[in-house]
């Protein structure tokens, strides 16, 4: 079962669930933690483990070959991501925009554009006692992170399509990179916060995966005295609420010294039993 662990918004508690369901449902279930956040990785603050496999991502984007190119601008015309200009006798390639379609390699009349690789990042295998943990983090100045996002995926599918649960630490917000990382999930699980702008984002997490026809329940992060707005608005939605987690001190303490919550947290360790439950019922 793949659970895409997302959120509307930055900073609710999306890693926060992740590595701490995952580690503790590691000791049930055969369990893979994937950090899909591919742009800022912070799972491995809190996993720690010893690296068993790091590879480097790449994709294939066009080179021009000046020799070859007989000028016709075809495929200018052709690139819908505007990756490939025409500057006087020159072609200029942008490979942060390619979208590594390749028609343009394949239709030019002249091959006059060869695909060469192109470094994304690297995608990273640690074990920590029973718990497989896969980071994907991509190379500064790269400009997209969904081609990696796939990368990891297929990684997921090749080496670990065999375990009974993955939990994927997905990208806050509803962009690309989001959509990218929830699309082939089994279920969702949405963090979210009891105030206007956590309710706000979770409202277009929810409209997105209902889009991505993907199932989803809702947990609250720094539950408290104001529930309500997020409570009403699930109970309109039809959208399941599966657990909350308190508002606590001592969680934001553990988090800033990068410990896991759980083994210290009973409040937050009942959250997690809850959750679990509800995944097993789905398998």
Known sequence: MRIAIASGKGGTGKTT????????MAGRHDTLLVDLDVEEPNCHIFIKGALRQKEEAKRMVPAWDTQGCSMCGKCVTWCRFNSLIRLGNTIL??????????????????????????PLGTISWIKDGALDFLEARMKIGVE???PLIGQALDYVDKHF????FQLLDSPPGTSCSMIAATKTADFALLVTEPTPFGLHDLSLAVDTLRQLRVPMAVVINRSGANDGIIEDYCASENVPIWSKIPHLRKIAGLYSDGKLLY??????????????????ERT
């Open 17 to 24: 669930l992740a590595v701490n369901l995952a580690h503790y």
């Open 93 to 118: 390639v942008l490979p942060e925009l390619c979208h590594a379609c390749h028609l343009c390699s394949e239709l030019c009349p002249d091959s006059a554009l060869p695909l060469q690789a192109f």
């Open 144 to 146: 997209q992170a969904s």
């Open 161 to 164: 399509a065999g375990k009974e």
């Open 263 to 280: 083994e210290q947290v009973p409040e937050l360790k009942q959250s997690l039993d809850q959750i679990i439950a509800k995944l097993e």
